[in-house]
């Protein structure tokens, strides 16, 4: 209760203080905006980078949504912190050019979202992942092949949570999804990743694959 | 008391790993994990995973970014000031 009384009053403090300098912005002292874009640009190109995967093209979304945010910034409420809503735009624009990219519909993204009951790979021990063996390359390339191989949705949400570290309520703005939302697909893609780690890992180290149920 | 099923255990985990949940859910929860070892193991696991997928991703960002981005924003200043 006390953490919560706490947390809430730094979140006022942080509010007000982004008040005051989007204020100034709007009266016209511009430079100051890069003081609202700095503690963030890295949140906002990780967030283009979870949904788009290329350097490129995150970069390029993260330029055109701190843009828009700016030409935009009459009509931010100021209700939320401005990271949320910067995240919201810059998740839109992500979303809108990987629509264009790949020529497919939202609708279809999101008619591949299962998110029914997931049972997890049984271990008797974590010590029996082989992860002391592996080289620290073969790690990051076994990490790497476990991200990729999750279906989207859940990817995006493991990355803007579990390495952007973004808030669940920041990631549900960014995905434009619901805090539910974003908490289901997250117990799923994290005991997926688990998963997906787990099995390959294995399967190099002892050349065999874990028998199905 | 009240326990909980392994696979009510295994639907909190990640409000678990996320510290999102009521303190007695998480007295039940850790309840449950002190008798099961398969659920403390995938606990475990899970956790492990994410702490070297997330270790792996200390990333930087793109050499320049900052500089490229304060340079596009210069120009939009100059056009807001005209």
């Not at chain 1, 493991?158 to 999804?177: G, V």
Request: proline share 3%; aromatic share 6%; with cysteine.
């Amino acid at each position: 209760m006390q953490n919560t009384l706490v947390r809430e009053s730094e979140n006022d403090r942080i509010l007000e203080g982004e008040r005051e300098l989007i204020a100034e912005i709007l009266a016209g002292n511009h430079e100051r905006y890069y003081e609202l874009i700095a503690p963030i640009e890295r949140r906002v190109y990780y967030t283009a980078y979870a949904i788009l995967r290329t350097e490129a093209d995150a970069e390029e979304v993260s330029q055109e949504a701190i843009l828009k945010a700016f030409r935009g910034l009459r009509t931010f409420r100021g209700e939320a912190k401005f990271s949320s809503w910067l995240l919201s735009i810059v998740g839109n624009e992500a979303r809108m050019r990987l629509r264009r990219r790949r020529e497919v519909s939202l609708e279809l993204l999101k008619s591949s979202d299962n998110e029914g009951e997931y049972t997890p790979i049984e271990l008797a021990e974590w010590r029996e992942i082989p992860v002391e063996a592996l080289a620290q390359k073969e790690l990051a390339a076994r990490l790497e092949e476990a991200l990729a191989a999750l279906p989207e949705i859940y990817r995006e949400v493991l990355i803007l949570r579990d390495i952007d570290e973004l808030s669940i309520a920041e990631t549900s703005a960014a995905l434009e999804i619901t805090v539910p939302a974003v908490k289901t697909r997250l117990l799923r893609a994290r005991l997926m990743v688990r998963d997906y780690f787990v099995s390959r890992s294995w399967a190099r180290h002892t050349g065999l694959r874990k028998a199905q149920p | 008391m009240i326990t909980l099923s392994c696979e009510e255990v295994r639907r909190e985990i990640s409000n678990y790993l996320d510290d999102d949940m009521s303190p007695r859910m998480r007295r039940l929860l850790e309840v449950h994990l002190e008798q099961c070892r398969k659920c403390a193991v995938l606990l475990d696991s899970t956790h492990n995973v994410l702490v070297l997928l997330a270790d792996e991703h200390r990333f930087e960002l793109p050499a320049g970014f900052s500089l490229r981005m304060r340079h596009m924003l210069a120009k939009e200043f100059e056009k807001a000031k005209s």
